[in-house]
């Protein structure tokens, strides 16, 4: 079985730049969740969709993030413009069910560099 | 809102011997408690989840780890650790009353030397 796909693995870019960040679950998992790592932090929620739908993105800074699901498969999470504190590893995962009980399965992250 | 404090940042210990990692996690009734394992250059995997039931729950590698409710802990234990286990440890929480997903805490390095 395929594992959660992510693409690329590592970016390098300018302050108020933009990058784009691409992930395909594992087929057939209906929740996609998007994580930001800081260096030394754990994992931070910064969104979550049930299909093409948004579950939960309280914690998405929607003034330069956004995020998409087409279709319930594949997501892309955007920084617009980049900065410095965006530098971070993001996570991508899926789980088959909803409810906070099923495990998630983790890509292998994209690395930010800021600079 | 949900949190979980790891206590210890970093753990380092001679290959061998037993090791606990702790976790502690905000007052809850209704929750569930995972750990996940990050090795070298790879995503995280998950070694175990208490969703209820017993409260010593076993997980891959020969780690386990015990849920208790009245010290809101869920410390992971191995008794005898390898090389191979050298990895960042994350405790993680999910509050399925609220609906959450899983909230991390910072993590754990743990170094195995021999």
């Known amino acids: 079985e395929a594992g959660v796909a992510q693409s690329p693995r590592y970016k390098i870019i300018e302050k108020r730049q933009s990058v784009a960040f691409w992930c395909n679950p594992i087929?057939?998992?209906?929740?996609l969740y998007w994580y930001q790592q800081i260096l030394g932090q754990g994992p931070k929620l910064l969104i979550q969709f049930q299909n093409n739908g948004v579950v939960d993105d309280s914690q998405l800074p929607k003034d330069r993030f956004s995020a998409e699901r087409l279709k319930g498969v594949d997501s892309t999470l955007k920084i617009q413009p980049a900065k410095l504190e965006d530098s971070a590893v993001y996570l991508c995962?899926?789980?088959?069910?909803?409810?906070?009980?099923?495990?998630?399965?983790f890509g292998e992250g994209s690395r930010l560099t800021v600079l | 809102a949900q949190s979980v404090t790891q206590l210890d940042s970093q753990v380092p210990v001679f290959e061998e011997a037993p090791v606990e990692l702790r976790c502690n996690y905000s007052?809850?009734?209704?929750?569930?408690l995972f750990w996940y394992v990050q090795y070298p250059n790879q995503g995280l995997q998950l070694l175990l989840k208490y969703l209820s039931g017993s409260t010593l729950v076993k997980g891959i590698n020969g780690f386990e780890a015990e849920f208790n409710k009245s010290q809101t802990s869920f410390h992971l234990r191995k008794p005898s650790v390898h090389i191979s286990d050298t990895a960042e440890y994350f405790c993680a929480v999910s509050d399925y009353e609220a609906g959450t997903a899983l909230i991390f805490g910072k993590g754990t390095t743990l170094s195995v030397s021999s």
């Open positions: 007052s809850s009734v209704s929750v569930y």
């Open positions: 995962a899926s789980s088959a069910g909803t409810s906070g009980s099923w495990e998630l399965f």
């Open positions: 087929s057939g998992h209906a929740t």
